[in-house]
Structure formats: C-alpha cells, structure tokens
C-alpha cells in the first residue's frame, strides 16, 4: 500500500474536513496494534477513525465494518480513555511531508481543560501512536528505553521528538528537487530513494503518468499540483490489489473521496484475512486431530496384525496337548506333526523349561484367548477410528471448499463441539448467531440448494420434500445439493448444471471429470445417532460432469 507521505497529505486533508469538531464518543482497540476512535460529528454522525501501527497495514483510515473487541482493553487503550473520552477534534493535519498525522484534541471536564495531541506515526515496521501533552509523552502503544534506542526514546514522562530526518529531498520544494536532479530525469528507484515521502509504487504511477523518467518540474507539478483522482487498483484477477491518489493503471474503480476508496481497499483486506486467519485456524485444529486418528488407527493395525498369529498359538497348545506323553519337565522346545495341514509338515514349538508340558499348553491356550479379546475389543475400536476418520476428512474437504466466513461458522461449532476447538469465553448473554444460508441458484426454473458444511448438508436434507432430487459425490467427500421439483420433472440439464455445482464443492473439483450420484429424496436416509452429514442412498443414477459453480445463476 502506498502509505507515503504523499498519500496521506490527500488522507490527512479529509479527515480535517470531516473531523474537526467532532467529539470522541468510544475508544477501542480490536487489535493489539490498532486503535478505533468513534467520532460524533454534526455534519457526518458517527464516524469510525482507525489507526493501524501494524507492519503490514499501518495506515490512517475511515473504518467500514464493526469488528469485534478483546474481553480486557489493552493499556495504551485504557489510557487514551482516560484523557480522551468525549474529547473534541480541534485539528487533523501532517507533520512536515513526513509519515506522521498529529491529531489535536481539547479534553475540557468539569475541574480542568487540556490540549492533547496524538501523533499516529504511519512508518511501516516502525508505526507507532503516542499521546502527548506539552511536548511530553503520556503514553505510546510502542514503548523504548534507553537501553533499547539511545536517539529516540518513547515513554511516559520523555520530551517527544520526531524520527531523526532521512537526508533526502522535500517535494515540496521545487529549488530543492532542482538541486537533486539538475537537467536529468529520474526513474521510479531514483525518485524513491533520493525524494522525501514518495514510495516506489507512487514514483512509478508519476513515471507512468509522464511516459517515463521525469525532470524535477514535472515531478513537483505531480506532487504539488492538487490533482487527484481517488480510486482502487485491481489486478488481473479481478482482486483490490491497492488504493492510489491517482492512477493510469486500466484495471481501477474510481471514489469520490480518497477515503471511500481506503474504506473499500481495506474493508477487502480486513474481510480476506479474516477468512484467511479462520480457515488457517480451523485446518490446524482438524489436521492435528486427524494426525491423533490416523496414529491411533495405525496403533489398532500394529495390535490387529500381532494378533494375526492366535490360530497358530492354538495349534501349539494344541499339538502339545496332543504329544504331552512325549514331553518332560525341563525341555526348551520339540518338533511335532502338523496334524491340520493338508501338506505333511513338522513345527517347532517352543517350551517354558520352568512350566510342565501341561502349564506350557495353558499358556499357549492363555495367551490364544488373549489375542482373541484384543482383536474383539480393537475391531470395533479400528471401525469407530476408521469413521471418526473419514468424518474429519469430510470436515477438511469443506473447509477447502470455503469462500467465505459464513462458510466457516459452523463448521467451528462442529470442531467445537467434536473438542477439536477450545469453546471460546463467554461473554455475558450473547444472542445465538443466524445459522448462514445454504448456497442457492437458479438454474432454468429449478432452485438449487448446496450445502456449506456438515451441519447444513443435514438442514438441507430435512428440508427436501421426498421427490425432490438429492446429489452428492460418488466416493468423495462433498456438500450435499438437492433440486426443488414443485411436482415437477427435473430436466437431465438442470441434473447436469446442479452436480457440476455439487462436484464443485467437493474433494473432487480439481478433477476433469466427476461422478455424481443423485436420487429421489424419499431414498436417501440419516441412520440415528450418525455422524453430522452422514447418509446411506438407495434407487440411485448417476452423471459425469466436470466441476462448475457457475453453471447456474447464484443467487445472492
């Protein structure tokens, strides 16, 4: 993102015209690392600013979406609730052409009246905000020490002072710029190395704009000539890739304000990690449970497999028994006719020296009937194992099909509830949330239902009529879709245009081709106490199709 000192001069601009005299209503900190101030204005209502000192997107900006706040306030947050709750914004304006917008407050109670200043320092990995007074500092979100940093120190009760200057040329000053470049043109790395504030992705928009390297003039007139056309940069896939002042790039979407199209830039970001940091969550939790069964399963194999050998110890005890006569106390082994094998054999049948031929044959017998407990007992533990298994498989094969966080939601109740996920704290009387809607089309007449996870593929069956059409992959794990039929005949297109949408949302849909079997409601059942989205289907058909979600219009 092009958080230079040349885009926040457009930010700072409209946030003075929108927040001055403003009165600070609610302060909040959603992140460790951002700061949210609801402010009331006359002209505009309420209005979230936020304040992001995070690496990756430090910026200063107008928030678009609610986001939820930690149990605890963190202290930078208690402390800005102390000196600026119901304060009113006199100025928003930025220091020099640097990366700092100072927000001016005057903080009036009924016994006393200050005036505060928030220095929101939007510099990458070295964002920081400190709340000052008088020119000292109250408190920073980021603290140093002495020890830490001996140029600039951050803490309570410190004279603040700005970062140390860069050496570098002010775009503001045309004598300036003149002097670092003379009669030459520069390129978007000399411009950004050797001018104040202007990052690469602006020098490169201020090169694109003139057709190439440019000459001092020609890049003061960019920077200082007050033209801007706010807008959002896409990329070929059709994705926000950034928000600029101005742009010659073909793939934008212009803004009235550079603030609206921050919000749209940012409101993107915010929902994509979201998502992001869900799904990444929920995959760990599930594949370290799968991991946990699939050790477990190969623990039950290693045990079935030991045990493979219970006839043969039967036979031993067997065969001694049989030859007892022959057999004295003290013996090591002897060799006795298989009498059960169809070919003539001898084996050689290991004895306790300490045990009797008779003891030898009990323990023979002893350790057979062990064996035969153990692969009782671990058959219908390797069965429970094998469908525990396969159900978390079904749970991954959703996740990976997600494309939102609605399609997240329950499939973390699910996890939750399985014990894969720690239940978060409640907090109070929370009411429960909407389930999320199914997935639904129209595809020429036919509405189309299609599952997000396991608990609505159960919705979506308990809500099919007995002749309507039900889908789901053969041999992968999927969503589940059902075709409305309303009495009607169900078209071998519509068929067709619902499993590729079903084959879509399955373990399969990076195959060319896929089965999909389908059948009448009334034949497809969910046996009691079975796993969520588990079902057995009778009086099937089946149809290839190559997966697609788009061969039916969504509807929204």
Known sequence: MPQDAFTLRAVTGELEALLVGGKISKINMPEKDELSLIVYTPRSGSVRLEISASAKYNRISIGGRDKPNPANAPNFCMLLRKHLQNATVTAVRQIGFERIVAIDFDCVSDFSFSSLTLYCEIMGKYSNMVLVEKGVILGALKQTTLEENAKRVLFSGAKYTLPPPQGKADPTDGAA???????????????????????????????????????????????????????????????????????????????????EAQTAYYDYIYVKKTFDDGRRKLTGALRSAIKKAEKRLAQING???????????????????????????????????????????????????????????????????????????????????????????????????????????????????????????????????????????????????????????????????????????????????????????????????????????????????????????????????????????????????????MRGERIK
């Open 177 to 259: 710029l003149a002097e670092l470049m003379g009669e030459g043109r520069a390129d978007e790395r000399a411009i950004s190395a050797n001018v104040e504030g202007i990052a690469f992705s602006t020098a490169a928009e201020i090169c694109a704009h003139y057709g190439g390297p440019v000459s001092a003039e020609e890049l003061y007139d960019y920077v200082n000539g007050g033209v801007s056309e706010p807008c959002v940069v896409f990329d070929e896939r059709g994705e926000p890739q950034d928000f600029k002042v101005r742009s010659e790039a073909a793939g934008r979407k212009l803004y009235p304000t550079l603030l």
């Open 303 to 549: 045990k079935l497999l030991e045990c493979d050998s219970a006839e043969e110890i039967k036979l031993k005890g067997e065969l001694i028994t049989a030859n007892i006569y022959r057999l004295e106390r003290g013996m090591d082994s002897f060799e006795a006719d298989d009498y059960y094998s169809q070919t003539p054999r001898k084996i050689k049948i290991a004895l306790d020296r300490q045990l009797t031929p008779a003891q030898n044959a009990q323990k023979y017998y002893k350790k057979y009937a062990k064996m035969k407990r153990t692969v009782q007992a671990l058959s219908g533990q390797k069965e429970e194992t094998e469908v525990k298994l396969d159900y978390l498989n079904s749970i991954a094969a959703h996740i990976d099909a997600a494309e939102c966080t609605d399609d997240l939601k329950e499939t973390a109740d699910e996890l939750t509830a399985e014990g894969i996920l720690k239940r978060p704290p409640e907090k109070g009387k929370k009411k429960a949330d909407a389930p999320a809607p199914l997935r639904e089309y129209e595809m020429d007449g036919f509405r189309v239902l299609v599952g997000r996870n396991n608990a609505q593929n159960d919705r979506l069956l308990k809500s099919l009529s007995p002749d309507d059409v039900w889908l789901h992959v053969n041999r992968y794990h999927s969503s589940h879709a059902g075709i409305i039929c309303e009495g009607r005949k169900v078209p071998d297109e519509v068929i067709a245009k619902a499993a590729a949408a079903c084959a879509y949302y399955s373990e399969a849909r990076g195959r060319d081709k896929v089965t999909v079997d389908y059948a009448p409601r009334k034949f497809v059942k969910k046996p009691s106490k079975s796993a969520p989205g588990f079902v057995t289907y009778t009086d099937y058909s089946n149809i290839i199709v190559t997966p697609d979600p």
